[in-house]
């Protein structure tokens, strides 16, 4: 089993039961200019340690948000 960004879930905000159960999460926090590594360590972890991670590149509306500089 590989683990998923949870960024891309329907629901974001709160994971399935399920899909979470026991399951660790990891935000990977960073700063843009880093996007790309962070990005790779992300696809590492979830691939080697099957674990979740929240990577918020993958979240449109966060990067709508920022784009548009709404602070809501």
Request: some cysteine.
């Amino acid at each position: 089993m590989v683990g998923i960004n949870r960024a891309l879930t329907e629901n974001r905000y709160v994971v399935k039961a399920s899909e979470a159960q026991g399951k660790a999460c990891v935000f990977l926090s960073h700063i843009a200019v880093d996007k790309a590594a962070a990005s790779a360590i992300a696809n590492y972890i979830m691939r080697y340690g099957n674990i979740d991670v929240y990577l918020d590149v993958a979240d449109s509306d966060l990067q709508r948000a920022v784009q548009t500089g709404d602070a809501h």
